[in-house]
């Protein structure tokens, strides 16, 4: 490898010219933008169920830690619903539709939805953490197929994935496990 730099921006200038309708998609993209879409879709209709549970769970918690416990659920629920916002967003810089039909998300969500318990705050807890570790590994597993072939939909996942350990970490602390 040389330790000079040498960038042909004349030739990126032409490229982007021939391409301007494929917005910020460009050749260096190696991984099948329509296999990325698909994948991202889960991720939308994953973060959506995760948001309805938290939803469910932070107005059902009930007992003498109802308010801590019901503050993080709420907390965790507004930064599902942002993931779920992210990942519709890079569908559709990539090209494709977000996918927010309500008849399919829970079939494609990664997680599964879960009612609660009447007044079981630990269950809850217990729900809601294994869905996260199920969301971590999934993730994980997204990363690595991505690898460099989409860069930015890596780090986004990565970004999303970085929140699902701190709501891993949070659920642990207050399970006292």
Not at 25 to 37: H, M, N
Not at 107 to 124: F, G, I, K, S, V
Not at 153 to 170: F, K, P, Q, S
Request: glycine share 4%.
């Amino acid at each position: 490898m040389s330790d000079d730099f040498v960038l042909d921006v004349e030739r990126i200038r032409a490229q982007a010219r021939q391409r301007m309708e494929a917005g910020p998609r460009t050749p260096a993209l190696g991984a099948d933008p329509e296999k990325v879409v698909a994948v991202l879709n889960d991720v939308v209709a994953t973060e959506v169920v995760c948001w309805t549970r938290y939803i469910r769970h932070a107005i059902s918690a009930s007992g003498i830690n109802r308010s801590q416990v019901s503050a993080e659920f709420t907390e965790h629920a507004a930064q599902e619903l942002q993931h779920a916002l992210w990942a519709a967003e890079r569908v559709s810089q990539l090209g494709g539709e977000p996918d927010l039909d309500p008849n399919t998300l829970a079939d494609r969500a990664h997680t599964d939805y879960t009612a609660p318990a009447p007044n079981d705050l630990e269950q809850m807890l217990r729900d809601n953490l294994l869905a996260e570790r199920i969301v971590i590994e999934t993730y994980q597993e997204i990363v690595r197929w991505l690898g460099d072939g989409d860069p930015t939909t890596r780090r986004l996942l990565e970004r999303i994935l970085e929140e699902e350990e701190e709501h891993a970490d949070d659920i642990v602390d207050l399970l006292g496990i």
